[in-house]
């Protein structure tokens, strides 16, 4: 077993459980909390949160809002819980909800807008999962019995499956702005936003003035077992509660995890640039290997995102391969892998990592250059 390789100056323990010859690289929600963050989880007050008594909770809250500018948060389950509670805090049966065509809301969260608040998702191709104004204006319909009310913008930052990449500051201004003007309101999927705000070196509170509503992941790069947050005005959150109650998401005792994101969020923000600086050494690493294409300047924050050449057969095939020996990642598509680095993966085994990768490729394409010349003489 992997442990613990020292303390740094902010107090965490850099910590891997995974076997030695083990290398996740599929996301960073496979992140366990560190030595002190349990500590820190242990030693959280308790109540009940659903009666508003859990003292850790209402911290974590607080610190939250205050953060991001906000007047009120609410504690959810996960990121998709506390998207949803966004969705229907904001709108209607029969509402439309708007969104790139990558996103995580309309894509990964089974249908949700529909089966639990009645709302249709209409998604739209921009770039590298991000929106402009260019791709809204097309997107606009007149007002019709034929069409359901456009009501919610959903943005994503940073994008997911868009390719790991970041809003600039302006132009989450200009869309919210525009989005304003038409009436709509603007929740943000922000399941990595602090990784984005690290790349950019905007605050939390710079993104909460562009939008309605943000939700926040804290089992992502931040390393916390579980628990996201969704934040809004105090009418917005009001709504959220209930609909967390609707959608089985009430909490009991829930400052034991509430007490790892406060530790998260005090030790483990900053250090998300580790991570992203484990991305661009994987990146420039298997961009020297034959059969594999990447662009390197998408590469911003922990995802990776590259193309297997068709020769050296598919995706799935080679994320396969990779698992018999001791590295997992995701494959997407019939040739477009991904690779997340994250809190519990150091230098070594991304080098590793990449070593593998590259005599699997090799060994892949060699197969195929073999069959191809037994096929033709």
Avoid at 61 to 83: D, I
Wanted: charged share 20%; hydrophobic share 40%; glycine share 10%.
């Amino acid at each position: 077993m992997k442990l613990a390789s020292g303390d740094s100056p902010e107090g965490h323990s850099k910590v891997s459980l995974m076997p030695q010859s083990f290398i996740d690289l599929r996301s960073d929600t496979v992140t366990q909390p560190t030595p002190a963050m349990r500590e820190a989880m242990m030693a959280a007050e308790l109540g009940d949160d659903m009666m508003g008594e859990d003292p850790t909770v209402n911290q974590l809250e607080a610190r939250m809002a205050e953060m991001f500018g906000m007047e009120a948060a609410v504690f959810a389950c996960s990121g998709t819980q506390s998207n949803q509670m966004g969705v229907w805090s904001h709108c209607t049966a029969g509402d439309e909800m708007l969104m790139e065509q990558t996103s995580h809301v309309g894509n990964y969260e089974a249908g949700a807008p529909a089966v639990l608040s009645g709302v249709s998702v209409r998604t739209i191709p921009g770039d590298s999962g991000r929106l402009d104004l260019e791709h809204l204006e097309g997107a606009l319909r007149e007002a019709d019995e034929h069409f359901s009310p456009t009501r919610l913008l959903s943005l994503e930052n940073s994008t997911n499956i868009g390719g790991g990449r970041t809003y600039p500051l302006d132009q989450l201004e200009r869309v919210g702005a525009w989005a304003h003007e038409h009436g709509w309101k603007v929740h943000l999927d922000g399941a990595r936003l602090f990784n984005a705000c690290v790349v950019r070196g905007y605050t939390p509170a710079d993104v909460g003035r562009c939008v309605d509503s943000i939700s926040v992941c804290f089992s992502k790069g931040l390393g916390c077992p579980m628990g996201s947050m969704l934040l809004g005005s105090a009418e917005t959150i009001h709504r959220a509660r209930r609909a967390r109650k609707l959608f089985g998401g009430a909490l009991r005792q829930a400052g034991i995890v509430a007490g790892a994101a406060l530790y998260a969020v005090d030790h483990h923000i900053e250090r998300l640039a580790e991570d992203h600086a484990l991305a661009r050494l994987f990146a420039k690493e298997i961009s020297a290997v034959d059969g594999i294409s990447i662009d390197l300047e998408s590469v911003e924050t922990n995802l990776v995102f590259f193309e297997l050449a068709p020769l050296c057969g598919t995706a799935h095939n080679l994320q396969d391969r990779l698992y018999e020996q001791g590295v997992r990642l995701y494959a997407l598509g019939s040739q477009r892998l991904r690779a997340c680095t994250h809190l519990n993966l150091e230098r070594d085994d991304v080098l590793r990592a990449v070593n593998i990768i590259t005599d699997m490729v090799s060994h892949l394409s060699g197969d195929v250059d073999g069959a191809v010349h037994n096929r033709y003489p």
